[in-house]
């Protein structure tokens, strides 16, 4: 399949009062030209900080990517000016950001909100502009648009600013679109229509998505795979059957065990503990201190990337042969 992103080695790092914060450490995946792919983990594990180093969104200072490359269709979008960049946002790549009413302008009426893009980067006239804002509003589900378009940010409840959001982002027709837990906010109902509003408009016009989420209720309606991070690292990737039925990291079996099922008994199974300080990360495996099955090495050594299947790969010292037979032992006494 093509290609349309690679991250290689990407490092992002923040210099505050008390020291650097190693944010985003050495993360390594591509995307494939109209797939979905998945990016998880828990709060803190820097997962917006790489979609915004891809936007190259980063806050300098205190944010600076230090290494890596991001490349966009074969260009690397690290060593390209701001001015260039500001050709790419919107035009090739566009976001949604968290929370929609802070990602809208408050003053600014919907329609010029919507159609500001198209002036900037296609050049349209405001009928024609106007004229391509109805019909994403029509595509993204907002009823009544030609009034609605008149109307600001608080005159929507939170799911329609969603849809507004969404909207913009897809308006000038990118490439890649990324989308930063853009359910989180949301009741479960309207949740479940930006789900399917995601894929009618995959379906429609062939984006790939990368989708930033904690929660893997929604990675399972729309995900084709997924990229589970830890502390600044993508520690296992795979298609979404790989992971939610053959997981290898422990870490990626705690998340899947901590989201509660209508078939479960009894409590949930929170994953113990806390993430590392990435002030001063450690040498080993990031999750060492929390995983029930580490090892003295753990503790010392990053794990090599260990290929499962063509689709899959893991980094853990649990996929080493010697490591795998003592395993057995301890589960056998």
Known sequence: MEKILEVKNLHVTF????????????VDFHLNKGETLAIVGE????????????????????GKITAGE?????????????KQMRTVRGVDISMIFQDPMTALNPTLTIGTQLTEGLKQHRKLSDNKAKKRALEMMELVGIPNPVERMKQYPHQFSGGMRQRIVIAIALICEPELLIADEPTTALDVTIQ??????????????????????????????????????????????????????????????????????????????????????????????????????????????????????????????????????????????
């Not at 210099?15 to 050495?26: I, K, S």
């Not at 894929?199 to 209720?217: M, R, Y």
Request: charged share 25%; glycine share 8%.
């Open 70 to 82: 991001i490349k966009f269709k074969g260009k690397d979008l690290t060593k390209i000016s701001e």
């Open 192 to 333: 479940a229509q930006i789900l399917e509003l995601f894929e009618k408009i995959q379906e429609v016009t062939g984006v790939s998505i990368i989708l930033i989420t904690h929660d893997l209720g929604v990675v399972a309606k729309i995900a084709d795979r997924i990229a589970v991070m830890y502390a600044g690292k993508i520690i296992e990737t795979g298609t979404k059957r790989d992971i939610f039925y053959n997981p290898e990291h422990p870490y990626t079996k705690g998340l899947l065990n901590s989201v509660p099922r209508l078939d479960m008994k009894g409590k949930l199974k929170p994953i113990d503990g806390t993430p590392p300080d990435l002030f001063s990360p450690p040498k080993g495996c990031p999750f060492t201190a929390r995983c029930p099955f580490a090892m003295e090495v753990c503790n010392k050594v990053y794990p090599e990337s260990t290929t499962i299947s063509d689709s899959h790969t893991v980094d853990c010292w649990l996929q080493d042969e010697r490591a795998k037979k003592l395993l057995a032992n301890m589960v056998t006494n």
């Open 15 to 26: 210099t505050t009062y008390g020291g650097t914060v190693q944010a985003v450490r050495g």
């Open 43 to 62: 709060s803190g594990c820097g997962k917006s900080v790489t979609s915004n180093a891809i936007m190259r969104l980063i806050p300098n200072p205190p």
